[in-house]
């Protein structure tokens, strides 16, 4: 009886080490999706809530976190497997009413908005728990339990101690089973969902592809290559233009079309003048495989520096860069986003290269999360080779607290954006840092 007990938790252990294998790129079921995107003017979130059966309802909301007046978004979803649609109008509001859109299946969908005169296709997947092999061993495991249990109860009392015993002892290997279950489970990957990409092989010695690209890449597919470009060419201060970036894979020279959400968005774009007195933070559409455009206008004549960070799946964060001139004569162009004059307090009061500072400042209203975040300074060199973008601490009430390591002395332009209300709220400042042997 005991070699048969140890048989068969070892054939338990064995079946739980192989329930779930390992994924190499695991997927969040149930989490919403918050895709950030400016169009039509302003600045809007796309909320996708997530699902919890297929076929079923799949809401869709748009946050506005700029004013608008009953601003219309058409949706349509459209299955990538099967090119089935569905249709529907969300309206853009501070507190937005969910839209729902009804989902057959799971796996790839593209979700077309349309606002104003212009179009997006926003990617994302439909997932969907599935049952483990797991939740069976546990559930098997108690079934087995209870009617070995009971069957032992009936043999033992019919007076057959030999195959009561055996029952009863069956009994306890489904409760050991389980419990082993119960206790090893946090220990293993979870198994993909229904409808999670494939997992991707690492590609050895893969990395940045472009010169325009930066960060670091630890394998999987390598950085993409970026292009910037302006609609006309040679834009005129005043006239809106659309800035567009084309991204490739430098391997195959094939578009990339495998962004992932970085920050509730495609992609981050940074635009500033080169003095600095243009700044502008926005989130391009998805208008084609690889193609990424936004619209917009400039105030001034003269050279504009643009820097877009994004992200491959199963890749590194990047960041690619740009330039752009405009023409013509100064022009009224008013501020995308209100501008608050503040004196940041440092310390140390004089940065020092190489080091942390602490840069803290106060809000006009309290901060609601925007981008994931309730507070993103962005740093620019005065000479534009380096731009850094970091979020704030989770400081409690209306005050925002960074941390930030200037890499080399200099003068730095930097802007704070938080949202308070239905507004985006910009405070642009200068900060000068020393050399790390001048501060000694």
Known sequence: MIRVLRVLCLAAVLMLAGAAPAAAHNVTVGADLRIAQTIAGTELTIVIKGTKRVPGPLQVG????????????????????????????????????????????????????????????????????RGSAIELLIYGGLLAAALLMIGGLLTGALARRNQAMLLTGGAAIGLTVAAMVVIFEPLLPAAP???????????????AASGTASGAQTGGRPFAQGRMTTLPARPASGEEFTLRLDLVDGSTGRPVDDLVLHHEALAHVIVTSEDGRYFRHIHPLRTAPGRLEVKMRADRPGRYLAYAELEREDSGGQLITGEFSVNGDAASVGAETPVEAVTPLLQPAAPV???PTTIELNTSGTP????????????????GTFLGHVHEMGTPGPRLRFTFS??????????????????IVTAPFTINVTASGAAQ
Do not use: C
């Open 62 to 129: 748009v946050i506005a976190f700029q004013p608008v007046t009953d601003l219309p978004v058409a949706l349509e979803l459209r299955s990538v497997a099967d090119g089935r649609t569905v249709t529907g109008v969300a309206r853009a509001a501070y507190e937005p009413q969910y839209t729902q859109l009804k989902v057959d299946r799971t796996g790839p969908h593209e979700l077309t908005l349309r606002a104003g005169n212009e179009t997006a296709v926003v990617p994302f997947r439909v997932l969907v728990d």
């Open 368 to 383: 609601r999360p925007w981008l994931g975040m309730t507070g993103h300074l962005i740093v620019r060199s005065q000479d």
């Open 353 to 355: 290269a190489g080091r």
């Open 406 to 423: 200037f890499p080399s002395a200099g003068r730095y332009l930097a802007w704070t954006q938080y949202s308070t209300g239905d507004h």
């Open 193 to 207: 969902p229904d409808g999670a990409p494939p997992t991707v092989a690492p590609t050895v010695g893969a990395g």
